[in-house]
């Protein structure tokens, strides 16, 4: 979103982008300063049912009020709660709303009720956008009718790599440390091939609520003088691109932009071919490798194979840039302005036919193939 969100600013759009928290603690990623950022202070959890519900008011109230002073052309939401959330707080606006899964939405950790909330609201939404093929499939044909796939976005990395020690190789991951994640299979299939790569170590950059767990493992693997957990950083691509081998091994994912700056790289990946990302990216023994979800085995033996060829991981990191040409920025943000612009124009005139022409328009405007 921050991506997104820049690119317009950029083109000298107006653009508003509103969080639910309480605006303590500075963006991560940085936001352009021509964009207003209005940080709602309605996040929080809910102790009880009751308070669920009243949260759940308060947030809707919240945000009805913000868009309506904001009068924007267009609201886009991201994520499941927050899709459900901006949709009841827009009833009656007659503005056009995009909603995005940013997950396989067959996998989302949410309840019942939440997914109840998804299929009830949903049909209310402008466009539904999701990121693989395999997502949109999750949805009953009326509402994908109203979907479009639009991959996430790839930049390009910096034009450098500083020298690294040819005493050390180093395998890399990046993401938040959560079950999602699958940092305990990689930590896992690390210990089983380490002894066999003496001058290997593994880090995996992020922070998360299994940061102690994860920790633990290290501990009762007995690797912790080579599995590093640093936190976050600043910079994702200088530690990228020191790199010598990047892995993810996700239990599932939406479309996963950590897999994608790693290529951009020019790293050989290794991906689990999990729900529902990773096989939309990586041509199979082309430019990385997938291996089977959750498969430790399958996992150990990949590293195991690429750690201990640098012939194949070259012949793997040289294709591996073409990620960021096939889902490149332009090509991307280009849909998603086409997109825009249908919304916008067809709820001006007629709502309900807007969409039977996105539907028809859809199949033309979205896919972005492998080369």
Not at 212 to 241: F, H, K
Request: hydrophobic residues 40%.
């Amino acid at each position: 979103m921050t991506n997104m969100a820049n690119y317009w600013a950029a083109k000298q759009w107006k653009i508003t982008l509103l969080t639910f928290d309480d605006g303590a603690i500075p963006p991560f990623y940085r936001l352009d300063s021509r964009i207003r950022h209005i940080s709602l202070n309605i996040a929080g959890d809910s102790a009880s049912v009751a308070s669920a519900v009243r949260n759940v008011v308060n947030r809707v109230c919240a945000l009805r009020r913000t868009i309506r002073k904001s009068r924007p052309d267009a609201v886009i939401s991201f994520m499941d709660k927050t899709n459900v959330t901006t949709l009841l707080a827009t009833r009656g606006l007659n503005l056009p709303v995009i909603i995005s899964e940013r997950v396989d939405p067959a996998m989302r950790p949410i309840s019942k009720l939440w997914t109840r909330l998804c299929r009830i609201t949903y049909p209310a939404a402008d466009l539904t956008v999701v990121q693989s093929e395999a997502a949109l499939n999750y949805f009953s044909a009326r509402l994908r009718a109203r979907t479009q796939v639009i991959p996430n976005p790839v930049q390009s990395p910096p034009a450098y790599r500083r020298p690294k020690s040819a005493a050390q190789s180093s395998l890399i991951s990046v993401g938040r440390l959560e079950q999602q994640k699958g940092f305990d299979l990689l930590l896992k299939a690390f210990a089983r091939v380490k002894d066999r790569h003496s001058g290997w170590t593994l880090t995996i950059l992020g922070e998360g609520r299994k940061r102690g767990e994860l920790e633990s493992l290290i501990n009762q693997l007995g690797i912790g003088d080579r599995a590093l957990l640093p936190g976050r950083v600043d910079d994702v691509y200088e530690q990228l691109l020191q790199a010598d081998l990047f892995v993810m091994p996700s239990r599932y994912e939406g479309f996963p932009n950590a897999l994608c700056e790693a290529m951009s790289c020019g790293l050989p990946a290794i991906s689990t071919d999990c729900p529902s990302g990773p096989r939309f990216i990586i041509n199979d023994r082309v430019d990385g490798l997938l291996v089977p979800n959750e498969d430790v085995t399958a996992l150990a033996d990949a590293m195991d194979r690429l750690m201990g060829s640098e012939t194949e991981r070259n012949r793997l990191a040289a294709r591996a840039p073409e990620i960021a040409s096939r889902f490149g920025l332009e090509k991307v943000m280009e849909i998603w302005e086409r997109a825009l612009a249908q919304v916008i124009r067809h709820r001006r005139t007629d709502p309900i036919e807007s969409h039977q022409l996105l539907a028809s328009k859809s199949k033309h405007q979205v896919r972005v193939e492998h080369s």
